[in-house]
């Protein structure tokens, strides 16, 4: 019988350095029974550590592919209900904080997301002309009613296939939760403005006539992310005009207008190799988070390209930043003492259908 587990408040007044050393010492006698996963958002204190690092594509996948028991996820916590439900039963998915969250998955739930596509079958025949997407950025039971319902998650790297293989099936797709990466996906296959809809969850028929659900290609959820909304059109003009050799890139959780601006759009996988494989002595603006180019303007001033932040002011992932090396080191040295901390664990009855929905995103990109 082991002892109880190493309470966090042990761990809250340790500085980095102590962490660090901690960090790499517990790495070390977990092996190959442990992956750190770490996302592109994550502070640089926390992204060393990471064994894979990553977009929500490439994550999902090395989660589904990997063969650790443990599989300790540096994100949010819809990532590690991916890691959850895509890895086999006797695997472990953890989050080191449990508050690290995603504001923008929370702005669609079960209860009025259901509620859309009840009052859109008072419309439409929404089974047979509706397909539903959700982000992956969204709560496990978002994806398991996409599983319900025929429907398939996406990603940033993923969106166009994904809204292919949905227009295969259905005529219709109802995107959830970011409008914007399903408004700047859909015109970039040659969807009118027009037919991509907003559906307004605090409106009765979601702010929308009977006439505008069936002209609709696309019914976009009214959900943003704080981080990205903070981008303008305005800041890549005010940039453009001091220095005209600018090029501009975007991720899609940006706004319409400053996504047509850009002249390149990616995930933060994406925006990252772009960058890399840039001639040297370019200058960049990048709309993404601030711990990503950061870390890219580091790393490519050797090559004397010039990396900036696209907003004058500071926009961090608050729920990203969570995760902090004394969480990590917590999570860590309590597996190496059998304890495990911070489970994610999805019920079955969520698990099986939202598995089927990320197993047709895998499948279909
Ligand atoms: P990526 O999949 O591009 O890494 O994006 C995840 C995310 O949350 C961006 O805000
Ligand atoms: Fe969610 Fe935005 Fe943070 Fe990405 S950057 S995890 S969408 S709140």
């Excluded at 190493?6 to 010492?25: N, T």
């Excluded at 669609?108 to 859109?120: E, F, I, R």
């Excluded at 293989?165 to 990466?181: G, Y």
């Amino acid at each position: 019988m082991t002892a109880s587990p190493f309470p966090i408040q042990d761990y809250a007044l340790l500085d980095d350095v102590e962490c660090e050393q901690r960090i790499i010492a517990a790495k070390r006698k977990l092996g190959k029974q442990c992956i750190v996963l770490g996302h592109h958002y994550q502070r640089d204190e926390v992204f060393k550590h990471a064994d894979i690092t990553g977009d929500s594509l490439k994550l999902s996948r090395e989660a589904a592919e990997s063969e650790a028991k443990y599989i300790v996820f540096c994100g949010v916590h819809f990532m590690a209900e991916v890691a959850d439900i895509l890895s086999r039963p006797e695997q472990i998915a953890i989050l080191p904080d449990m508050a690290a969250g995603c504001s923008m998955a929370d702005m669609a739930n079960q209860v009025n997301v259901q509620k859309c596509w009840d009052a859109l079958a008072t419309v439409i025949d929404v089974e047979n002309s509706v397909t539903p997407v959700t982000y992956i950025n969204s709560a496990a039971d978002l994806k398991a009613f996409c599983g319900r319902h025929e429907g398939i998650v996406c990603t940033s790297s993923n969106a166009e296939k994904i809204l292919n293989w949905s227009f295969a099936q259905k005529e219709k797709v109802l995107f959830f939760p970011d409008q914007h990466l399903g408004r700047n996906t859909g015109y970039r296959m040659g969807i009118p403005l027009e037919q991509m809809v907003t559906w307004d969850f605090s409106q009765p028929m979601g702010g929308l006539t009977e006439q505008q659900i069936r002209d609709a290609k696309i019914i976009l959820w009214k959900g943003y992310c704080s981080v990205h909304q903070a981008f303008k059109p305005e800041h890549i003009d005010a940039f453009l005009e001091k220095y005209p050799e600018t090029k501009v890139i975007a991720h899609p959780e940006a706004c319409f207008e400053v996504c047509q601006k850009a002249d390149y759009i990616g995930s933060t996988e994406t925006i990252l190799k772009i960058i890399r494989e840039a001639e040297p002595n370019t200058r960049w603006l990048v709309a993404t988070e601030l711990n990503l180019v950061n870390r890219l303007h580091e790393e490519c001033q050797a090559e004397g390209k010039q990396v900036h932040f696209m907003a004058p002011t500071l926009s961090m992932c608050s729920t990203m930043f969570r995760t902090d090396t004394q969480h990590l080191a917590w999570v860590l040295e309590n597996l190496v003492e059998g304890h495990v901390v911070n489970q994610i664990s999805v019920p079955d009855e969520i698990a099986v259908p939202a598995r089927k929905s990320l197993e047709n995103m895998l499948r279909a990109s």
